[in-house]
């Protein structure tokens, strides 16, 4: 049974967590498959709210094998912090399963984000200093430290004192920092950390293939989103990782012909965290009003989200990048009292008309958005369960933006619940 991918079409926080909690009933794996703990999930049973950071949304299932794939990248504490909390809460985390490979966040990887972040001044990237970025960073250059490192000390200690002697001479030589000691990072990562993730730590690489040999159903949960994918997003304001759907093949270990269903979370107007382009941004009292009828504020870093009209130039972009199957569509009941909405179907440079994002970033900064009206419906759709009691307006509203996306819509979520949405399509 092939797998399924669900991914971001925006710029994040579109509510991927809510659907891989709805799919996740129907899954006997799910995987997160890049990123680490700068991006949340919130996901709201029976009243109950969870915000998941690194622990995958289908952990709340019983008969589901939650899986931290090597594409991730995990501090020790963060995660165990947040099995703490669930287990107190009454969930069994004792299911999860952790990817030997996947690469530990280390207290120097902190430190610099930081600092590089505070003297980068007015050209700042947003980033949420949690270390992501610079944990990818020595992936790449071949120093980073691994999961599977915390079961041989011998090991461990030889790489963080590699590690420490070039990030040591940073701290103190460019930022002036004091340096850190080797023997306080490995009592703490092998001594404390060590001993409870253990257990946890398994060969995910043969966990999802056996389940995909068993035709069992599996599902790929990305974190952030494409427009913050490290190659496709709008760069140099992206994460370090590629949230794309092909990012899921890398950060699982699958191929692509292992996937056979990818579904794009959009919602039904925009929102952006930190800084980058952004050209359907409101900064008037309607973007006011989305944030607080949206409650947009980052699940991890309490940051207020940048809000905007809803972009069908991304989802098409996103469509292309994805292999997009179908769109869920989340939050539509946060344009409930607006009595007219915008919908951007082209932006507008240099007198170019664009229906795809332009490749150059300094096109993509001066576009400007070219909008079609729609009337609002102005009433209360949270209780909505089935399309019929949907508002006219509100089904057009949904049936234009599959129509400017090329991309079908399946599914409308009318508020934060679990069951909070209404089947559209054949979903």
């Known amino acids: 049974m092939p797998a399924t991918v669900i991914v971001g079409t925006q710029w994040g926080d579109e509510g991927k967590g809510k659907l891989t909690d709805l799919l996740a009933k129907e899954m006997t794996v799910v995987v997160r498959y890049q990123g680490g703990h700068n991006a949340g999930h919130t996901i709201v049973v029976g009243g109950e709210t969870f915000a998941l950071q690194l622990l995958p949304s289908g952990v709340l299932y019983d008969h589901i094998t939650p ?24 969930v069994d985390c004792s299911r999860l399963k952790l990817s030997g490979s996947a690469h530990l966040i280390m207290p120097y990887h902190q430190e610099i984000d930081a600092l590089t972040e505070r003297y980068l001044g007015r050209n700042k990237l947003g980033t949420t200093k949690r270390g992501i970025g610079p944990a990818y960073a020595d992936k790449a250059a071949r120093v980073g430290i691994r999961v599977q490192d915390l079961l041989d000390p ?72 494409t427009f913050l994918d490290l190659d496709h997003g709008t760069y140099p304001f992206v994460t370090s990782s590629n949230p794309v759907a092909g990012g899921a093949c890398i950060g699982a270990g699958v191929g692509p012909r292992d996937i056979g269903r990818v579904i794009g979370i959009a919602k039904a ?35 207020r989200r940048r809000t905007g009209w809803f972009d069908a130039v991304m989802i098409r972009q996103a469509a292309w990048l994805n292999s997009l199957s179908e769109v869920a569509l989340t939050k539509l009941d946060v344009l409930d009292t607006l009595e007219t909405l915008k919908v951007c179907v082209a932006y507008e440079a240099d007198g170019v008309r664009y229906d795809h994002m332009p490749y150059h970033q300094s096109t993509l900064h001066d576009a400007t958005p070219v909008y079609e009206e729609l009337p609002g419906w102005q009433s209360d759709t949270s209780g909505a369960t089935e399309l019929a009691q949907l508002p006219k307006q509100a089904r057009a509203y949904v049936e234009f933006l599959a129509e400017q996306t090329g991309v079908a819509i399946n599914l409308v979520g009318v508020g934060p619940g679990r069951e909070q949405f209404v089947r559209f399509g054949g979903s």
Do not use: C
């Not at 931290?68 to 669930?86: C, F, Y």
């Not at 002697?165 to 950390?193: G, H, M, T």
């Not at 930190?274 to 973007?287: A, R, Y």
């Open 67 to 90: 899986v931290i794939g090597n594409g991730v990248v995990v501090d020790p504490k963060v995660l165990l912090d947040e099995i703490d909390t669930l287990t107190r809460a009454g």
């Open 269 to 303: 107007y925009v929102t952006r965290v930190g800084s980058g382009p952004f050209p359907t941004e409101l900064e008037d009292e309607v973007g006011d009003l989305l944030v607080d009828r949206g409650h947009e504020y980052g699940t991890n870093t309490g940051r």
């Open 154 to 225: 011998k090991i461990f200690r030889q790489k963080l004192d590699v590690a420490l002697k070039e990030k040591n001479q940073i701290l103190a030589k460019v930022y002036n920092r004091l340096p850190l000691s080797a023997d306080d990072i490995a009592a703490r990562y092998l001594d404390e950390y060590a001993p409870k993730l253990a257990p946890l730590i398994d060969d995910t690489v043969a966990i999802v293939h056996r389940a995909l040999d068993a035709g069992e159903e599996v599902l790929l949960e990305g974190a952030q989103a």
